[in-house]
């Protein structure tokens, strides 16, 4: 009988990847949504939990609207923070491995080499802070996880900068893109099969040598400018726009919420203890490109 997955929140962009046909390791995914399994609903963790009886959970849902989160705080810390504690502490007493994903947000961005795993932390918005103190329940509490940081996701359908630029360059007026702030693009079908490959290897082993924190994007590193030029030539493809574009700096394009300058992941560990390879993130950006096959077809179908 194959292994039995419980993935908490489906409409996430890697959520929705890992349940694409791609996926062929043959574990048993049972994908749930907040309306099934709630976050800040402790009974409704504990009763889905029990439900599936999952030899592995995945949690893939968070509150991830940033500039939101500066005035949505409460939720947001009931989502990324309480949730998580809940769930570790279900998980551990149970015996289950819990695989939980936060984000490059929980770094300030101050540094000017990839950041590892044991670098220090410091947010600088709530988004950041929330997703840190999940991170630090799952490790104090669940002795079986494995924290999988991730940055700058985006796919092929859903909310994101790939889309919304996409969407922008239609309206014909020239864009303005921050080129100061730096990060790695990452496509959630590669995230996806990675982080099937590493719930293989957790079900598949006894050893207590995975447990940690790790990073997970493509590799490679752009800024959002960088990112946004590339966009527009795997578009051009398409017969897609090509609109004017400058380079702003972030004083220029002010948010709610602060956003890291660099805040590029070293995925070292990921590589040697799970025998992971990440593709380059511009053949990643390409391949989704492809997939989407321009944004006047997904548009034509409602993707935005």
Same mark, same amino acid.
């Given at each position: 009988?194959?292994?039995?997955?419980?993935?908490?929140?489906?409409?996430?962009?890697?959520?929705?990847?890992?349940?694409?046909?791609?996926?062929?390791?043959?574990?048993?995914?049972?994908?749930?949504?907040?309306?099934?399994?709630?976050?800040?609903?402790?009974?409704?963790?504990?009763?889905?939990?029990?439900?599936?009886?999952?030899?592995?959970?995945?949690?893939?849902?968070?509150?991830? =609207?940033?500039?939101?989160?500066?005035?949505?705080? =409460?939720?947001?810390?009931?989502?990324?923070?309480?949730?998580?504690?809940?769930?570790?502490?279900?998980?551990?007493?149970?015996?289950?491995?819990?695989?939980?994903?936060?984000?490059?947000?929980?770094?300030?961005?101050?540094?000017?080499?990839?950041?590892?795993?044991?670098?220090?932390?410091?947010?600088?918005?709530?988004?950041?802070?929330?997703?840190?103190?999940?991170?630090?329940?799952?490790?104090?509490?669940?002795?079986?996880?494995?924290?999988?940081?991730?940055?700058?996701?985006? +796919?092929?359908?859903?909310?994101?900068?790939?889309?919304?630029?996409?969407?922008?360059?239609?309206?014909?007026?020239?864009?303005?893109?921050?080129?100061?702030?730096?990060?790695?693009? +990452?496509?959630?079908?590669?995230?996806?099969?990675?982080?099937?490959?590493?719930? !293989?290897?957790?079900?598949?082993?006894?050893?207590?040598?995975?447990?940690? !924190?790790?990073?997970? =994007?493509?590799?490679?590193?752009?800024?959002?400018?960088?990112?946004?030029?590339?966009?527009?030539?795997?578009?051009?493809?398409?017969?897609?726009?090509?609109?004017?574009?400058?380079?702003?700096? =972030?004083?220029?394009?002010?948010?709610?919420?602060?956003?890291?300058?660099? +805040?590029?992941?070293?995925?070292? +560990?990921?590589?040697?203890?799970?025998?992971?390879?990440?593709?380059?993130?511009?053949?990643?950006?390409?391949?989704?490109?492809?997939?989407?096959?321009?944004?006047?077809?997904?548009?034509?179908?409602?993707?935005?």
């Amino acid at each position: 009988m194959s292994k039995r997955v419980l993935v908490i929140g489906k409409s996430g962009q890697v959520a929705q990847a890992l349940s694409r046909g791609s996926i062929k390791s043959g574990l048993a995914y049972r994908f749930v949504g907040r309306n099934e399994v709630d976050l800040t609903d402790p009974v409704s963790l504990k009763s889905g939990v029990e439900r599936v009886n999952p030899h592995l959970v995945i949690n893939a849902a968070a509150y991830t =609207t940033v500039d939101k989160a500066e005035t949505e705080s =409460t939720e947001a810390y009931a989502v990324n923070a309480d949730g998580p504690r809940e769930l570790a502490l279900i998980c551990a007493d149970r015996d289950i491995p819990l695989i939980h994903l936060s984000t490059d947000y929980v770094f300030d961005g101050t540094k000017r080499a990839p950041y590892l795993p044991s670098d220090v932390t410091n947010p600088i918005n709530v988004y950041g802070m929330s997703k840190l103190m999940g991170e630090k329940a799952v490790r104090d509490l669940s002795a079986k996880h494995v924290i999988l940081r991730l940055a700058w996701v985006y +796919s092929d359908r859903g909310r994101n900068f790939v889309n919304t630029i996409l969407r922008l360059a239609k309206a014909g007026s020239e864009l303005r893109v921050v080129d100061d702030q730096f990060g790695q693009p +990452s496509y959630a079908v590669d995230i996806a099969m990675a982080i099937d490959k590493v719930s !293989t290897r957790l079900l598949l082993s006894s050893s207590d040598y995975y447990w940690g !924190t790790y990073h997970l =994007t493509n590799a490679g590193q752009t800024s959002w400018f960088g990112f946004a030029q590339e966009i527009f030539e795997a578009g051009s493809r398409f017969g897609e726009p090509q609109p004017l574009i400058a380079p702003v700096g =972030t004083a220029s394009y002010p948010t709610p919420a602060r956003r890291p300058m660099y +805040s590029v992941l070293d995925m070292t +560990s990921t590589a040697e203890r799970f025998d992971i390879s990440m593709p380059d993130w511009r053949d990643a950006l390409g391949r989704c490109i492809t997939v989407m096959g321009g944004s006047a077809f997904r548009l034509q179908r409602g993707a935005f």
